[in-house]
């Protein structure tokens, strides 16, 4: 998965330090994945995924719009070329001058699970348009979320209403089906909620137009995972089947699925060794751990596969670990990970499918280490 | 634990978004704590917990030294004043190329606990002092360290016996009790330990000189810990017990201990809201979280005292959560916090004992979110 774009990039360039390339040839051909899978189907690019300009730039011009977080990444997509409404505020949890803000740059659709928050946007963002974020189980997701985002749907019906009786236009329902999802019937049950509450709302007079689909669209990590076009058989039967012939506008909002595969971070063996003479493990450190980057190594959610200079060599097993003195900062120790028993201090390795969530999440200093630097080609 | 300081310079300056406010008043008294309670033992202060320069501007005039992760933190620590002989280089994984810049500026002192990491050393800072760090249990400590840091005693002894051998100095042992240690009999069976691996170097012709405590010593957040004077006692005793008349130099390492209890986040209530009708729970999401500088809260490790404008009234189960788009930004919920029934959207709280491990855990810019500000006064 590192392609020849960025062997020759790293070749030619040899940068000093832990740092992401990422490849915009694959940001396209994910994008045209999606658009081909989902032909009737508005893209949200998830802008936390990875928010480097090149790529915003990119998704722009093919025609993308933008899921956003905040103020900065709705200025950032606007930087990029989208015009306002092609940008979603799609955190359902705002302060009420950020949603102003926003207004104020022309963004009209926002995401809401509770009667608070759409009481700012009565406020802030008179007449916007709002999509209330609904509960889903996160069954066969690698990442199941937590109950942090959405409401039940009967508390989903109230808020729409709500939003509706107070000037707002009620557009529809989110949900997210869990992270690294790899279950392409995720979206069923999902949707036979969203058919409910469609319908509910409809008894009372009130037509809601727009489904979000959310996020959730995997990266092959170790494990195979679907491809996209099995998600969108998917999708559409279950749309089918809940909405019969009066489909609803539907979004998703890929972050993950659009930037993980095109990335792969460059890093160097700072230390391997041993706790003890009978260790059958090996401790193997990089100059990049949890805190610089790989924070969704967190509970090993996420492996990451790792290529070696001495791949094909025999391998055993290792604890992998990050360059700080935080003891935290261990990336697979649970389950260790099998590495060539030739790697040695000073090798460069590669840590593919790392173009979201890495470059962000880093921490600006700490022990003093810089955050991960990224080029975009 | 919110100083008068801090009181009046929140009041006066009113600074907008979450930001840390340090008083260095607090620093001070904490400083003179462990010098007082340990006045035989050097003090080296870790920088990683709060790297800010007036803290170690401060510590550097009242005479403390330094432990450093990296070469930022040592020349941050020289350009508050320190000079290189205060100034250890701490942490056991290091790039070959930063001992070199370390020892070019003058940094004799260095943390190892592999063959490999001496032969860095002796190739890149010929002649300095090595200490090797011993792998202990951790019981007592509320964050027992995993077993990144340091190898078994028996494998210490070989490593210090092959510095020696190179040409480099064989200090002594350190190890680390664990974070936010509550128990000051957990530095006994280190102690032993030491005293061990210092009879078996004698008898091989290698007279050790240093023991390095290391850090652990807590900060009060909600549960009472014993007072620094407690732990100085303990570890005095411990020391004779073990080390007879022949007492070592003895160095420690607070981090937390030092400026934890100085520090206090400000932060703001952006929403407050249910999941369901029947739900229970409150949940109170704020301007700051695990991604913008309460990464401490990871496995609810650390639960931090809150301050509301409504303490003293009535109060209910809530889960906290912070304000970016990811579901693992949830502060606490295994074990939900207690806070007054009148809690209400844009009041500000005061996050306290948040000195140590905030600011630069903070992620670059994680959602579009900035990074933790920080005021020290």
């Given at each position: 998965m590192t392609t020849d774009r960025i062997r020759s990039f790293l070749t030619e360039r040899r940068p000093e330090g832990p740092c992401l390339i990422v490849d915009l040839d694959v940001v396209r051909e994910n994008y045209q994945a999606f658009a081909h899978a989902l032909p009737d189907t508005r893209i949200f690019y998830a802008v936390k995924a990875n928010p480097a300009?090149?790529?915003?730039?990119?998704?722009?011009?093919?025609?993308?719009?933008?899921?956003?977080?905040?103020?900065?990444?709705i200025e950032l997509a606007l930087a990029a070329g989208a015009s306002a409404d092609r940008i979603s505020y799609g955190n359902t949890i705002k302060k009420e001058r950020d949603i102003a803000r926003a207004h104020e740059?022309?963004?009209?659709?926002?995401?809401?699970?509770?009667?608070?928050?759409?009481?700012?946007?009565?406020?802030?963002?008179?007449?916007?348009?709002?999509?209330?974020r609904v509960l889903t189980d996160g069954v066969g997701a690698d990442w199941p979320l937590s109950r942090k985002f959405g409401c039940d749907p009967a508390m989903a019906i109230e808020i729409l209403e709500y939003a509706h009786r107070n000037g707002l236009t009620a557009a529809g329902v989110s949900f997210h089906v869990g992270s690294q999802q790899r279950d392409t019937e995720a979206w069923d049950r999902a949707l036979e909620m969203a058919a409910g509450v469609f319908r509910t709302l409809a008894e009372r007079g009130i037509q809601l137009t727009l489904v979000n689909l959310g996020g959730g669209f995997p990266t092959r990590y170790l494990k195979d995972v679907p491809v996209v076009g099995a998600y969108g058989e998917a999708i559409f039967g279950a749309l089918r089947r809940h909405f019969g012939n009066r489909l609803p506008e539907t979004i998703i909002e890929p972050g993950r699925g659009m930037v993980g595969s095109a990335?792969?971070?460059?890093?160097?063996?700072?230390?391997?060794?041993?706790?003890?003479?009978?260790?059958?493990?090996?401790w193997v450190f990089?100059?990049?751990?949890?805190?610089?980057?790989?924070?969704?190594?967190?509970?090993?959610?996420?492996?990451?596969?790792?290529?070696?200079?001495?791949?094909?060599?025999?391998?055993?097993?290792?604890?992998?670990?990050?360059?700080t003195c935080d003891s935290a900062d261990v990336l697979y120790e649970r389950d260790p990970y099998h590495l060539p028993l030739g790697l040695e201090i000073g090798d460069e390795i590669l840590i593919e499918s790392t173009g979201a969530y890495t470059t962000t999440y880093a921490s600006v200093a700490f022990n003093g280490f810089a955050p991960l630097q990224s080029y975009v080609i």
């Open positions: 300009p090149e790529i915003l730039k990119l998704l722009a011009e093919l025609g993308s719009s933008f899921d956003t977080a905040s103020v900065v990444e740059l022309g963004v009209r659709l926002f995401a809401v699970d509770s009667i608070a928050e759409v009481d700012k946007i009565v406020r802030a963002a008179p007449g916007a348009r709002v999509f209330c990335g792969v971070i460059k890093a160097e063996v700072v230390l391997v060794s041993r706790k003890s003479d009978e260790d059958p493990l090996r990089l100059d990049i751990g949890k805190f610089g980057g790989l924070a969704e190594t967190m509970d090993e959610a996420i492996r990451y596969p790792i290529r070696t200079p001495h791949d094909g060599g025999e391998v055993a097993p290792c604890v992998i670990a990050g360059p």
